[in-house]
């Protein structure tokens, strides 16, 4: 074997153990800040279809205060007046602050009037029986400023629930009891998180894991109150993001899944493609 043979195949050996050694090192580092920057973004997306619920809670919010810090409002909690009934809940109220549920409990406690409405339908409809088991969740209020807000699991669907002291217009006690509106999460809502997002969105109440799918399964046990958010690949094409959202009682109540494709573990897999492929041109021209 000629010396010059004998450096080549040693220069060889070098380079090919300089190209494995590299390739892995890439990979180990270069690649898992791609599939890092991929889970922080679907995980931001699953963050931001959380957020559209909590800001549709916080619109509710704003209504319930409106109605709740209202002198006529503070007067028909005591003296149940009909002419409080039939200038303002009407069939035209539920459908112009699209609530399917609005209530008012007396300080003593006691559900003086109650009012459900179906807005598919355009009917009246009977009121869940659940939520007076959240009357006394619902009703304890911190402080005379401070509403309450959140979901309650029914056997009718999951509702977002808003409840308000009643006070006068001026936002003065004593609270006279509460104000309660409710609103059902719809499939409508769920494809409209999906439009504002540009991918795919899921909700899967918590109570039903009969209806999971396999991979809601497999993320649940990672998701908890002080971990509400996972990212996790589905296969090679899709990854999804997770979020937990608690009911008004600190409890599980839904999932929500976003599905989005794995565009940036496609584009790590061509950087490294390309890196060792420049590697190996470079290293055949030495």
């Known amino acids: 074997m000629s010396l010059r043979f004998k450096t080549l195949l040693i220069l060889g050996l070098i380079f090919a153990l300089l190209v494995s050694i590299l390739s892995v090192l890439f990979y180990r580092f270069g690649t898992e800040q791609f599939y890092a920057a991929e889970r922080q973004d679907v995980a931001h997306d699953a963050r931001h279809a959380r957020a559209a619920l909590e800001s549709e809670l916080a619109a509710m919010d704003l209504l319930n205060r409106d109605w709740a810090s209202w002198d006529d409002t503070y007067a028909f909690v005591e003296d149940l007046n009909d002419a409080y009934i039939r200038s303002n809940i009407v069939d035209e109220t539920f459908t112009n602050l699209r609530l399917n549920l609005i209530l008012f409990v007396h300080r003593s ?18 009121v869940p029986p659940a939520i007076y088991d959240a009357i006394s969740v619902l009703t304890r209020f911190p ?20 409840a ?22 719809t499939e409508k809502q769920v494809r409209q998180m999906s439009t504002h997002l540009a991918a795919p969105v899921a909700a899967y109440r918590w109570d039903r894991p009969e209806d999971w799918p396999d991979d809601v399964r497999v993320a649940s046990p990672s998701l ?37 494709s794995r565009e940036i573990a496609r584009q790590a897999q061509m950087a490294l493609r390309l890196f060792i492929g420049s590697i190996l041109i470079l290293g055949l021209l030495f």
Do not use: C, K, W
């Open 143 to 162: 402080d005379l400023q401070t509403g309450l807000q959140g979901l309650l699991l029914m056997p009718e669907g999951v509702m977002l629930v808003t």
């Open 224 to 260: 908890s109150a002080a971990a509400p958010l996972l990212a996790h690949p589905l296969d090679a094409e899709q990854i999804a993001g997770y979020a937990l959202i608690p009911d008004i009682h600190g409890n599980p109540a839904l999932i929500l899944r976003v599905v989005e």
């Open 109 to 126: 406690g006691e559900v003086v009037f109650a009012r459900a409405y179906d807005l598919e339908s355009g009917e009246e409809a009977p």
């Open 164 to 185: 308000r002291p009643i006070l006068t217009s001026q936002g003065e006690g004593p609270s006279r009891g509460a104000l309660i509106f409710g609103r059902y999460l």
